[in-house]
């Protein structure tokens, strides 16, 4: 039996496999579009959930809807899909969510997708910018780091690179030995090439 969200199953895995925290992809329901961010830094005791889905409207990306889920649900009550999604149902409630599940299910891609539209963009760069728990770390590269010992970069800093820098993170995100120092001061910024340059000098 196929589960309506199957394919979260295997989107997961991979986010987890390349130590990635967030992710995005579009959604069409009732002639809308929604960008869903797959969020893998949530809190829950229910060991049943795998990640946090959350709703933003394309047109209005003010307006969200926020729930935990994994491959069978989401665990959110009903009148909170009906009021976000605009769901008028006739019948049973039940073959409603049911519809709605199965259109969800067939817009989550089993692996991340490298393009990605300018909402998914623009979404993604604001929240990977409060992903470091370092409030003085703003959106601005501006060198790296490389640990020494069994050190390796957090989850947090390698999904901030990756969705801020990038052409940076083709370039040099597999070495997990190195970090990526970020900074609120615009004027600190610093292109590819000058933190390329900065790393092979120390190297």
């Known amino acids: 039996m196929t589960l309506p969200l199957e394919n979260l199953k ?16 579009l959604f069409e329901f009732n002639q809308e579009r929604y960008i869903v961010v797959v969020n893998l830094d949530f809190k829950s005791s229910n060991n049943l959930v795998s990640s946090e889905l959350i709703f933003y409207d394309y047109q209005n990306i003010k307006r969200s809807l926020k729930c935990l889920a994994n491959r069978l649900r989401l665990f959110i009550d ?20 049911e519809y709605f599940l199965t259109q969800l299910g067939e817009s989550i891609p089993p692996l991340p997708s490298k393009i990605k539209s300018e909402g998914e963009k623009q979404i993604l760069q604001k ?11 703003g959106p601005y590269c501006y060198k790296t780091i490389r640990h020494n010992g069994n050190k390796r970069r957090s989850k947090e800093n390698n999904t901030k690179t990756k969705i801020l ?21 615009p004027s600190l910024e610093k ?9 092979n000098h120390f190297i």
Request: aromatic letters at 12%; hydrophobic letters at 40%; glycine letters at 4%.
């Open 10 to 25: 295997s989107l997961v895995k991979n986010m987890k496999d390349n130590n990635w925290i967030i992710d995005s992809f």
């Open 78 to 97: 009903d009148s909170s899909i009906f009021d976000f999604f605009n769901i008028q149902p006739t019948g049973r409630f039940g073959n409603a969510i």
């Open 127 to 137: 929240l990977a910018v409060s992903l470091d728990s370092n409030k003085n770390s």
């Open 165 to 185: 820098r990038p052409e940076l993170y083709e370039i040099i995100g597999n070495d997990h030995t190195i970090s990526f120092c970020f900074s609120n001061d």
């Open 191 to 199: 292109n590819d090439a000058q933190i390329l340059a900065n790393l």
